[in-house]
């Protein structure tokens, strides 16, 4: 998976350097009052583009996608942000396809732990679940918040020990409870 960012990012760079000396070498030739050579300044654009066309012919969510599996998180974020404004102008957009879209923004956010990111989320997702509240509650440190979720499901499933442990994660960061 690697070798995919590697490629993409050599690419990327390979363009803003083609891109820089093109520059540079209009400017110098301006400097010098010679027109520049159109048959290289053609070559260099075609170049240009050709990567350019290939690069965005990879559609951002599959990129954002292998960064996650690779634990590139903010290399996720960028793209699977990409991905919901190209899919925002899709006028046949479902409220549900663009929850999940949000959701999957969500669980990002959390790995990058960005507790604003997550409440401005929040306020894009249509309906928020109680687990998710709890998680975001959580990732904000709103421990009291977090806390008082895990109290009510504890109650249904007093046996579940990843809510017991979620529970006292809460009262640990609140002060509340001490190892």
């Not at 929850?99 to 990002?108: G, P, V, W």
Request: proline fraction near 4%; hydrophobic fraction near 35%; aromatic fraction near 8%.
């Amino acid at each position: 998976m690697q070798d995919v960012f590697a490629v993409l990012d050599y690419m990327s760079r390979w363009v803003q350097e083609k891109k820089r000396v093109l520059a540079q070498t209009r400017v110098i030739a301006a400097k010098h009052g010679q027109p520049p050579n159109e048959l290289e300044d053609a070559k260099d654009e075609a170049q240009v583009t050709s990567v350019e066309k290939v690069m965005s012919s990879i559609p951002a969510n599959i990129i954002a996608q292998r960064a996650i599996e690779c634990g590139s998180y903010a290399r996720a974020l960028f793209h699977w942000e990409h991905f919901i404004r190209e899919q925002s102008n899709t006028p046949k957009l479902s409220n549900v396809d663009r929850d999940a879209m949000f959701e999957r923004l969500q669980t990002i956010y959390s790995q990058i732990d960005e507790p604003d990111g997550l409440d401005g989320i929040s306020a894009q997702i249509n309906i928020l679940t109680p687990e998710q509240q709890a998680f975001q509650h959580r990732r904000a440190g709103r421990w009291t918040a977090a806390q008082s979720w895990y109290d009510i499901e504890l109650m249904q499933k007093p046996d579940d020990t990843e809510l017991q442990l979620g529970l006292l994660s809460c009262l640990k960061e609140s002060g509340q409870y001490s190892m």
